[in-house]
């Protein structure tokens, strides 16, 4: 009886064992996707911030500074799955909630901006040299963010870890603007109609509010992007 309880209790510790290793590998994967979307921004923004201006394309030049802005949210995210590797039922931190914020506020920056711009170019009546980049850099974008959903889904689904899906749901949005990027692009690129820059200019300006409000309803503790929808974990910190 002694040598059955204490297999049975080598047997549990190896098990558990196994678990902490797995999720040790799950958040080195979960962490690397992070570094991998910081990147990622950095270089879209990069090179649709440098065709937008050399083209006169806003829709491509917006989209590459949302590119920036949501590279200060992957910053947050990064450290956000720092904190939870070490203690999956903490809060979020006051750096977290700072990135939140200056997140939201630079959305709302950017609307601004873009509402001024589009405006000064239907007053000068000006139209984009070309298109063509838009088109490439929003069906790299759509291919890579959907890649990104899922894994981080997946990631988050296997550490039964609501803040992680919540932040693959919120980057749907991404997806959106990039197509909207690419239908406004292609429609000019393809047919020339007038104006179509601008109106993927309104698109983008109509989910940065969007984006703007849910990063400050994430700092107030309001939960968004369904978060809730990984059983077993209520929270999403």
Not at 14 to 20: A, F, I, N, V
Not at 55 to 68: I, N, Q, R, Y
Not at 91 to 108: H, N, W
Request: charged content about 15%; overall charge neutral; hydrophobic content about 45%.
């Amino acid at each position: 009886m002694s040598a059955y309880l204490c297999y049975f209790r080598f047997k549990s510790i190896r098990h558990l064992e196994t678990g902490y290793q797995t999720n040790r590998s799950l958040y080195r994967a979960a962490f690397a996707l992070s570094v991998f979307t910081i990147v990622y921004n950095l270089a879209e923004g990069a090179i649709s911030t440098f065709f937008g201006y050399e083209d006169e394309a806003l829709t491509l030049f917006g989209f590459g500074l949302d590119s920036f802005i949501e590279t200060i949210s992957a910053l947050g995210v990064a450290h956000m799955i720092i904190r939870i590797r070490q203690n999956p039922n903490s809060s979020r931190d006051r750096f977290e909630i700072t990135a939140l914020k200056i997140t939201g506020y630079s959305f709302y920056a950017l609307c601004a901006l873009l509402a001024l711009m589009a405006t000064m170019r239907v007053i000068d009546g000006k139209q984009p040299e070309s298109t063509f980049w838009g088109i490439v850099v929003s069906s790299v974008s759509i291919a890579v963010m959907l890649l990104i959903i899922y894994w981080k889904t997946l990631l988050g689904k296997k550490l039964y870890s609501s803040p992680l899906v919540a932040d693959a749901n919120c980057a749907k949005v991404c997806v959106y603007m990039s197509i909207v990027l690419l239908i406004s692009s292609f429609l000019y690129e393809q047919f020339g109609i007038p104006y179509v820059d601008i109106a993927g200019t309104g698109g983008l300006i109509y989910f940065s509010i969007k984006e703007g409000r849910e990063c400050f309803d994430k700092a107030k503790g309001i939960a968004t992007c369904n978060c809730s929808e990984v059983e077993g974990t209520p929270s999403c910190g």
